[in-house]
């Protein structure tokens, strides 16, 4: 039976969402030490993401109320790692997994494996898929585009690469490193890299606006070639 394997961020759900539930858990925990609201906190991380990216947020909130230790950045980090996110499928993704539902699905996602499992548990998905492959587990080198984890799963299922689909966001390394030996991709347009132009070797074979799109005949059609 054909395999359907589905990164994570920003393919089943939008990543920023879990950005600012994470903001959400690093204000409740500054709110009491800077005596400022967590609602006001949290805004202005938001904001500022916005704008200046990710990595600063936390360093530049703690200098704006004059409380910049490595200490309390350290302690920013933790919360929002270790937080309990609130997660939702994009709606379209969780109409595919349900039509798909007898399916062997799986995902494959890269990123620190707590952060990844919390967020697949979150999201409901982990109970779906048979299993979660999250290749941090495995070693840094194991991430995408190397594509050790996809053969795991060729091996658990019996099947060979051309029988697997891979539906992800990023062609930077979603396609690059599994194309070769087979397998099956299919592009989802959105999220930060929705507009980013690929070269053949990063495209995928086929590029969805919607997982409302990968139907069964849509499937069947690509694993047919
Ligand atoms: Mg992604």
Redesign the pocket.
């Known amino acids: 039976m054909p395999v359907l394997v589905f ?5 089943l759900y939008p990543e920023l969402s879990y950005v600012h539930s994470g903001f959400r858990a690093v204000a409740e925990f500054l709110s009491p030490l800077l005596g400022v609201p967590a609602e006001t906190l949290a805004a202005g991380m938001i904001a500022e993401e916005g704008t200046q990216g990710r990595g600063q947020v936390f360093d530049n909130v703690l200098r704006q109320h004059g409380r910049w230790s490595k200490t309390l950045v350290a302690a920013c980090l933790r919360a929002y790692r270790l937080h309990r996110p609130e997660l939702a499928l994009y709606p379209d993704s969780e109409r595919c997994l349900a039509r798909f539902a007898a399916w062997p699905l799986y995902l494959v996602t890269d990123g620190h494996k707590e952060v990844q499992a919390r967020k697949a548990v979150a999201l409901q998905v982990a109970a779906i898929v048979r299993h979660a492959y999250l290749t941090n587990r495995y070693g840094r080198h194991r991430a995408k585009p190397d594509p050790y984890v996809f053969g795991l799963i060729c091996q658990r299922e019996r099947v060979e690469p051309g029988q697997v689909i891979y539906v ?3 062609p930077r390394k979603d396609f690059v490193g599994i194309k070769p030996l087979g397998f099956r991709t299919v592009r989802i347009l959105r ?1 930060n890299y929705a507009h980013l132009e690929a070269d053949a070797a990063h495209e995928a074979d086929r590029r969805i606006h919607t997982l409302d799109e990968l139907t069964v005949e849509f499937v069947t059609e690509l694993l047919g070639q």
């Open positions: 990164d994570l961020d920003d393919t992800g966001d990023n999220g």
